[in-house]
């Protein structure tokens, strides 16, 4: 059957404006600079192990799906890992959501009530957006890591007030000014929601975290680790209070209308939980890169960032298409940042430093980019 006109319309336009998008495999033997494997867990297999069977064996007749876990989709394994998840991020309880994208989702669109406020980040992600969107509290953002913009909407806000943000922010690598956040939010009486979704197994001497490491967790209303980054498998859990986990089993849609995860699914969370706490020699050498690319010159602004996500402001989507083809064709698999993924006129590459990336690696991009 034809499509509407209109989606054809809207893809032309995509493709006027060199914005469309395509599906691509990866190539094989190109240097990774754009995977979320921020550690090597997915690389070197860490995952696995022989008594994978057994633990699943053990804990559900079949390693598939058997229905939502409000009806026949909850088992043992799920609510073991919960508690480990919550030990290891030293709170009350975590929820298991199927992806960052549902955790945000449920959380953002159940928990902010009519009459609430929500107040979040510019950059925040698009989960984040989508899940404000579903709310039927008031919204409004603040302007990026702008602790005075925020004060300003927190005067003018009603309701319980919820602020939202990340402590990495996915396309600019910064830090959230977390501590300033804290205490603006214990002023107004605001519950801070974070995303920890490029901090978890990154950032803290065991890779728990921004909040965590910087021992704000009973000062944070909920945090949200995803496991598609750095743990290198799937899925999230929003980490809070009992009352938290319980009502959002109760009123979260993407959590009650949703066909669990399997178990094999879950037991790589609960792998990833035992390998990346002990991974600190991975993030050492991480955070070498890191150093290594800010403190060399290259021939485009480059944004200051403490994170494995690196950013080379290049503008226009034909002029960082052509960059990003140019490395790529050199081995280099850097991946171009395009509108209206970003705002007009911040087009960027994208570089992803991983800790099994060498530094001679680097060096060659670094090269490349002069
Ligand atoms: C900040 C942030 N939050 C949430 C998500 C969504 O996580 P997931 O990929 O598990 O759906 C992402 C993924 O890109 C992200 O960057």
């Known amino acids: 059957m034809n499509s509407p006109g209109s989606l054809i319309n809207k893809l032309n336009e995509r493709k006027a404006l060199n914005a469309y998008r395509q599906l691509r495999l990866a190539q094989p033997g190109m240097v990774d600079f754009c995977s979320n494997d921020y550690l090597g867990i997915v690389k070197e297999g860490l995952l696995t192990n022989n008594n994978k069977q057994s633990i699943l064996d053990n804990h559900t007749l079949s390693s598939g799906s058997t229905g939502s876990r409000l009806l026949a989709g909850n088992y043992e394994l799920i609510e073991e890992t919960e508690n480990t998840i919550a030990t290891f991020h030293n709170t009350e309880a975590a929820l298991i959501f199927n992806s960052g994208y549902d955790a945000n989702v449920g959380l953002l669109s159940s928990v902010p009530q009519k009459g609430d406020t929500i107040i979040y980040d510019?950059?925040?992600?698009?989960?984040?957006r989508d899940g404000i969107r579903l709310s039927f509290a008031q919204a409004f953002?603040?302007?990026?890591?702008?602790?005075?913009?925020?004060?300003k909407k927190l005067q003018h806000a009603n309701g319980n007030i919820y602020v939202v943000t990340?402590?990495?922010?996915?396309?600019?690598?910064?830090?959230?000014?977390?501590?300033?956040?804290?205490?603006?939010?214990?002023?107004?009486?605001?519950?801070?929601i974070i995303d920890e979704a490029h901090a978890t197994g990154v950032i803290g001497e065991r890779g728990e975290g921004l909040v965590q490491q910087e021992g704000f967790q009973n000062k944070v209303f909920a945090h949200v680790?995803?496991?598609g980054k750095a743990c290198g498998c799937h899925g999230a859990a929003i980490v809070g209070s009992l009352d938290l986990r319980d009502y959002l089993i109760n009123f979260a849609r993407s959590f009650i209308y949703s066909t669990a995860l399997p178990a094999h699914a879950v037991y790589f969370i609960q792998r990833s939980y035992e390998v990346f706490p002990s991974m600190t020699t991975e993030r050492k050498q991480l955070q070498l890169l890191i150093e290594q690319f800010q403190k060399t010159t290259i021939s485009y602004e480059k944004l200051a960032s403490?994170?494995?996500?690196?950013?080379?402001?290049?503008?226009?989507?034909?002029?960082?298409?052509?960059l990003a083809n140019k490395l790529q064709k050199s081995g280099m698999d850097v991946r171009p940042i395009l509108y209206p993924t970003v705002p007009k006129g911040k087009e960027r590459l994208r570089i992803?430093?991983?800790?099994?990336?060498?530094?001679?690696?680097?060096?060659?991009?670094?090269?490349?980019?002069q």
């Open 306 to 322: 403490l994170t494995p996500i690196q950013v080379v402001m290049v503008p226009g989507n034909e002029t960082v298409k052509k």
């Open 352 to 369: 992803v430093l991983h800790s099994f990336n060498t530094s001679d690696e680097l060096q060659i991009l670094i090269d490349a980019l």
């Open 141 to 151: 953002s603040f302007m990026h890591n702008d602790v005075k913009d925020l004060e």
């Open 166 to 192: 990340e402590s990495v922010f996915s396309m600019d690598g910064d830090l959230c000014p977390l501590q300033e956040l804290v205490t603006l939010c214990e002023k107004y009486g605001a519950y801070l």
């Open 225 to 227: 680790h995803t496991f």
């Open 122 to 128: 510019s950059l925040s992600h698009a989960s984040i």
